[in-house]
């Protein structure tokens, strides 16, 4: 009798750490339904679990992690009226201990909580990104891509000898970002602070990104790249680290905090000495083009940032362009030889429109329905975050008679929703068709009366969509 009580009274202890707890408003509402165990963390294909989730318990379902509530996004009238309707409560960010609070110190515009900093911050970004400031890189963003593809035509001898694409579009996307945010390319990934940089962004993913990565962190690290971290790990995004789930985690030393707080000190070094390179052109009288940190040194004073502001801000708008913006290229790169009728029929556009004496420009987008319509199918098929950025709550919200409290991660299940068959057509094939006729932008498409008319929810949804939306 003793025993069991024993172990009725150990699970009963046991219970609010493995199973979930039933949060109700003031009028009995409770949180959307959800399985019953907390998680550590997601598996490989955390996307695959939410949709299934999503098929069991709704459009609108919760999943607790560790300590931390998240309630699922399915719908496109759901994810209207919480992100869009609702923004003033639902386009904040949790602190999560290893990205937000370690390594970006709520910084960087990504990792800031809803409010003044943010929208004093975002606000700067987006003045680099109007339409007539990309008029002004688009001379370079035309040579850069023409560069990928000489690039990848002579040395992949015109598609006779196999090439990996992943360096050409690292290098393309890099360039791209590098112009935007200090007025400079590189043809020399060697080049110490580039190089740095870039594996700066590795190590960013490996600490935010990876799954088991927090348990792997205990081991000494196998060889010198690997950090500890399982080779078989992958990227599962908001879903990886307990240590983000259990508070506890956190105020025990590991590795992965040191490598956080290492992560934080070397982006202030590296960005800042690029940050220096371009402070001292300008202090010499040199020219330098229009860029995100020549307007960051100009207005410092003005706009009240401190030298961790300017190190963070253009730290993360340099990665975050480049890891979407290659991927989507390389999955192109990818789709594009196993569907050759599409691939005839982009080149026969082509040819019309754009002719042979010269390479596509991005004037020639608006002539170039077909090549749109690929652009925007491949962001829907392989869009590069499966669960955008997680939004946060600012407010308790009751939503259809449930309960969704203060400090919940609201996550947009984007895998869920490009493959939805009531708003896709055979949603797993690969077919530009279906955006045959749609002429809009992704900007212009998210602001459509009608949101099962909007093309895809790649770049998220709300106030904190991607910035580099309105020149999609
Ligand atoms: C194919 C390319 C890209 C994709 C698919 C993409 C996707 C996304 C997504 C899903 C989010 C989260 C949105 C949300 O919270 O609802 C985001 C945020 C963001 N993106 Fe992108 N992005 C791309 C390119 C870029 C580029 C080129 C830049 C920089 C010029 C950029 C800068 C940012 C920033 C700073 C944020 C944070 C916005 C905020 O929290 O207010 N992205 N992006």
Same mark, same amino acid.
């Given at each position: 009798m003793l025993a069991i009580a024993t172990v009725v009274l150990g699970l009963w202890s046991l219970s609010p750490v493995v199973l979930r707890k039933v949060i109700t408003d003031a009028n009995g509402n409770q949180v959307p339904p959800g399985p019953n165990l907390r998680y550590m963390f997601l598996q490989k294909y955390p996307e695959r679990a939410l949709r299934s989730w999503a098929a069991k318990y709704g459009h609108l379902f919760s999943i607790w992690m560790g300590t931390q509530l998240f309630v699922v996004i399915s719908d496109p009238r759901v994810a209207r009226d919480l992100l869009v309707t609702n923004g003033a409560v639902f386009s904040s960010r949790k602190r999560y201990f290893m990205k937000n609070q370690t390594i970006l110190t709520g910084r960087a515009i990504t990792a800031s909580e809803y409010g003044e900093m943010w929208r004093h911050h975002r606000k700067l970004a987006m003045q680099l990104l109007t339409p007539k400031a990309i008029e002004g890189y688009a001379q370079s963003l035309n040579y850069e891509a023409h560069i990928l593809i000489r690039t990848l035509i002579d040395d992949g001898r015109s598609g006779t000898i196999p090439v990996n694409p992943h360096h050409y579009a690292g290098r393309y996307a890099l360039n791209n970002m590098l112009l935007i945010s200090f007025g400079i390319r590189t043809d020399?990934?060697?080049?110490p602070l580039i190089a740095r940089a870039l594996h700066l962004a590795m190590e960013f993913m490996d600490l935010t990104g990876k799954q088991l990565c927090w348990l792997y962190?205990?081991?000494?690290?196998?060889?010198?790249?690997?950090?500890?971290?399982?080779?078989?790990?992958?990227?599962?995004g908001p879903w990886s680290n307990p240590i983000d789930f259990f508070e506890p985690l956190q105020w025990i030393p590991s590795n992965m905090c040191t490598r956080g707080r290492k992560l934080h000190q070397d982006l202030i070094e590296v960005y800042g000495a690029m940050i220096l390179r371009v402070k001292a052109k300008l202090d010499a009288g040199e020219f330098m083009p229009d860029c995100l940190v020549k307007t960051l040194i100009q207005d410092q004073e003005k706009e009240n940032l401190d030298w961790e502001d300017l190190c963070m801000l253009s730290a993360v708008f340099t990665l975050g362009g480049v890891h979407s913006t290659s991927g989507i290229i390389q999955w192109f790169l990818a789709l594009i030889p196993s569907h050759t009728e599409i691939a005839h029929r982009a080149q026969e556009e082509l040819d019309r429109v754009v002719g042979h004496d010269r390479l596509p420009t991005a004037e020639d987008e608006p002539n170039l329905p077909y090549v749109r319509a690929i652009i925007k199918e491949v962001q829907r098929v392989h869009a590069p975050f499966w669960m955008a950025t997680p939004h946060c709550t600012s407010e308790d919200f009751t939503y259809e008679g449930q309960f969704i409290p203060k400090g919940t991660v609201v996550v947009l299940n984007c895998y869920t929703l490009h493959h939805n068959s009531d708003r896709? @057509?055979?949603?797993w094939k690969f077919n530009p068709d279906r955006y045959l006729g749609d002429e809009l932008s992704c900007v212009e498409s998210a602001k459509l009366?009608?949101?099962? @008319?909007?093309?895809?929810?790649a770049f998220g949804a709300g106030r904190r969509t991607s910035l580099n939306h309105g020149d999609s």
């Open positions: 020399n990934i060697e080049d962190s205990f081991l000494p690290p196998s060889d010198p790249d690997s950090h500890g971290c399982a080779k078989l790990t992958r990227c599962t896709y @057509e055979n949603p009366p009608d949101v099962m @008319e909007r093309d895809h929810w």
